[in-house]
């Protein structure tokens, strides 16, 4: 009983995950495109991009090492890549 109550969690859960991945391609799309070109899946990275800097703009006049000071304020991510960053 347990197994399939488990099961059936799971499947809710990894439906739930497809519909919150495809709500975060859609809005990439409208206003960061560039986003998916430089980032093809959503690793520490590129999370910790979506939640320092959301619109391009927010990186618009500032320098590599502050952008990158930004993203090391990120849970795990001590030292972020500086080609995805440029």
């Known amino acids: 009983m347990e197994l ?3 099961a059936t969690f799971r499947s809710k859960l990894v439906e739930e995950q497809g519909a919150v991945r495809n709500q975060m391609i859609r809005w990439l799309d409208r206003y960061f495109p560039e986003f998916t070109q430089v980032f093809p899946s959503f690793g520490k990275m590129a999370l910790a991009v979506l939640e320092y800097t959301l619109f391009p703009s927010d ?3 500032k320098e ?3 952008v990158l ?3 090391r304020q990120s849970e795990g991510l001590q030292s972020p890549q500086r080609p ?3």
């Open 69 to 71: 000071a930004l993203y």
């Open 59 to 61: 990186l618009a006049g």
């Open 64 to 66: 590599l090492e502050e």
């Open 84 to 86: 995805k960053a440029r």
């Open 4 to 6: 399939r109550v488990g």
